[in-house]
């Protein structure tokens, strides 16, 4: 009797096991998913920003071939705007060459790396908002080929 309760509850563990290893490899599975769709969604975010400075200078440029006695008010200088790019490996890198821990410098933007992100803004007095601007990638791109000691 006391061989079969144990054998019983041997069975009932094993499948408990079991089950747990299912839901972890789901939970992994929708982990990996949602990590795609982030990296989906930056790569829509670049090229939509893209398309907005492109957009913006066409703009600009089309404003500027207007005749003078046209009534339309075009600015004297056409403000240039730095592009921004970059790929998310460069970024892991830079930031972990400036002494932030982004994570595995794999190309994905995960939270660690939205978090290093973040740090790297405060500390040289930007906003951290954990989105990379123009003026974060101009200090944080020094940082590609050189470590902090």
Request: hydrophobic share 40%.
């Amino acid at each position: 009797m006391v061989v079969m309760a144990v054998a019983v509850m041997a069975g009932g563990c094993a499948t408990m096991n079991k089950k747990n290893d299912l839901e972890i490899q789901s939970l992994k599975n929708q982990v990996s998913a949602l990590q795609n769709e982030l990296q989906a969604k930056d790569d829509e975010m670049t090229a939509l920003r893209e398309s907005l400075s492109k957009t913006t200078e066409e703009k600009y440029a089309a404003a500027s071939e207007v005749k003078p006695e046209a009534a339309v008010s075009v600015p004297r200088e056409i403000p240039r705007e730095e592009k921004v790019r970059f790929t998310v490996h460069q970024l892991q890198a830079a930031l972990r060459n400036a002494g932030y821990d982004p994570g595995t410098v794999d190309g994905k933007m995960g939270k660690q790396t939205r978090e290093a992100i973040k740090a790297f803004q405060k500390a040289n007095g930007l906003v951290a908002d954990g989105v990379v601007g123009r003026r974060t990638w101009s200090l944080l791109r020094e940082y590609l080929d050189k470590k902090v000691k």
